[in-house]
Nanobody, 123 residues
Framework: QVQLVESGGGLVQAGGSLRLSCAAS????????MGWFRQAPGKERDFVAT????????YYADSVKGRFTISRDNAKNSVYLQMNSLKPEDTAVYYCAANQGTTNRYPSQYDYWGQGTQVTVSS
């Protein structure tokens, strides 16, 4: 089992920044590719970004490319999502997830999920 706890969400004005953190406990964190997803009310859970076990490979959704950065610190069992130039359409609950396989953008491929953290961007 891997337990994931997100933090860092909140209310921010359009154009602002937030940094989300996800702390992992349980099994060896460095064995897992990590992903960030988000879900707005009434919508499906969407892929945001993913990072490989080593941290060297990352992928982003087109909607956040150039604005968001995913990173991880295996020594601290943590993954981060730096979000800049936030837009109202970024408003959602953000989830981190762990996957024992490779980096990918499909929620069904992830084995463990956090409880989510709310991000609200006002216009």
């Amino acid at each position: 089992q891997v337990q994931l706890v997100e933090s860092g969400g909140g209310l921010v004005q359009a154009g602002g920044s937030l940094r989300l953190s996800c702390a992992a406990s349980g099994r060896t964190f460095s064995n897992y590719a990590m992903g960030w997803f988000r879900q707005a009310p009434g919508k499906e859970r969407d892929f945001v970004a993913t990072v490989s076990q080593s941290g060297r490979t990352t992928y982003y959704a087109d909607s956040v490319k150039g604005r968001f950065t995913i990173s991880r610190d295996n020594a601290k069992n943590s993954v981060y999502l730096q979000m800049n130039s936030l837009k109202p359409e970024d408003t959602a609950v953000y989830y981190c997830a762990a996957n024992q396989g490779t980096t990918n953008r499909y929620p069904s491929q992830y084995d463990y999920w956090g409880q989510g953290t709310q991000v609200t961007v006002s216009s």
